[in-house]
């Protein structure tokens, strides 16, 4: 069996809030005892509402936050255990892109500054010709490389931001919403620039989005997130939901088809608090079809290889 270049392993991050002058402290699991494996050259998509803990998890596959438990393992080494030096040396081999293009950009540096940072962050030389070659990699000119990104389009920053995270050409990139502070005809030459570059580099992503329709048109696998805990991974981008959860989220995306009549059928409920989350299934409350089991035991993503679901009663 084929190693995968991410395993994920009983992954949890608490976050602790509050304790100062007027506030008591408290805790939030942001992501709960995720289990996962990505395979090299695949796309895997993350989805489910805001807050759900899809960002903590990217921030957490790179180490860029520190998990409270579990393991996060790249082509077989744990980064979990790594020093600050060698997990420096590896992060060579991954990148992320960001959701805002803007903010994720230093506007004190011009494009060619920017695209030279990770080589200087690595303590690298920058390759002759190399900022010309990631310009054009991504479809801009090299004559960019004297501007500021405060002169660019969205899309365009966008783009540098892409380029930017493939300068090292590493193996794994996480897009962490990359295209949802951008215009829908920007955002379509952004994903078919991705699935260029993927196809070219033989890269990996992990995409996460709130937008399921653009998640299964792009994606290999699809991961669903409900409150911090992965609730069913669908095996491929037609297969049918078996977690209500899942099926409420794909009855909100409405479909560009102007002859299929679509009504949201909204779910009762009200999420629970990340800081209280109730006993049992944290979705029983808004579930149709939860049972007093639901209610009281927490359902663990079943064993199935083909299509793993979280439920007592899937669909």
């Known amino acids: 069996m084929t190693r995968p270049l991410v395993q994920i392993e009983a992954l949890t991050k608490?976050?602790?809030?509050?304790g100062g002058l007027f506030a008591r402290?408290?805790?939030?699991?942001?992501?709960?005892d995720v289990t996962l494996a990505v395979a090299k050259g695949e796309v895997l998509g993350v989805v489910g509402e805001s807050g759900c803990g899809k960002s903590t998890l990217a921030r957490l596959v790179l180490r860029l936050i520190e998990p409270s438990a579990g393991r996060v393992s790249f082509d077989g080494t744990e980064l979990t255990a790594l020093p600050p030096a060698a997990l420096r040396r590896m992060r060579r081999r991954m990148a992320m892109v960001f959701q805002d293009p803007y903010s994720s950009l230093d506007p004190r540096y011009t494009l060619a500054e920017v695209l030279a940072e990770p080589f200087r962050v690595q303590q690298q030389a920058v390759p002759p010709g190399r900022v010309a070659a990631m310009l054009a990699a991504v479809g801009l000119p090299e004559g960019l490389a004297a501007s500021y990104p405060h002169q660019l389009s969205g899309g365009q920053r966008q783009r540098v931001g892409i380029a930017r995270a493939l300068a090292l050409s590493p193996d794994l990139v996480v897009l962490d919403e990359p295209t949802a502070s951008l215009d829908v005809s920007i955002q379509a030459q952004i994903?078919?620039?991705?699935a260029d570059l993927r196809d070219r580099m033989g890269l990996t992503y992990i995409f996460i989005s709130h937008d399921l329709g653009l998640v299964r048109y792009f994606c290999d696998r699809i991961v669903v997130m409900y409150l911090g805990a992965v609730v069913e991974v669908l095996p491929d981008t037609r297969a049918p939901p078996r977690h209500p959860y899942t099926r409420a989220l794909m009855q909100a995306n409405f479909a560009p088809d102007p002859a299929r009549r679509q009504k949201i059928a909204a779910l009762p409920g009200e999420i629970p608090s990340p800081f209280a989350l109730p006993p049992g299934c944290a979705f029983a409350a808004r579930c149709p079809q939860a049972t007093d089991r639901c209610r009281s035991e927490v359902p663990q993503l079943s064993d199935d290889p083909a299509h793993p679901v979280a439920c007592f009663h899937p669909l």
């Open 14 to 18: 608490r976050f602790a809030t509050g």
């Open 25 to 32: 402290p408290r805790s939030m699991l942001a992501v709960r």
């Open 191 to 194: 994903v078919a620039l991705l």
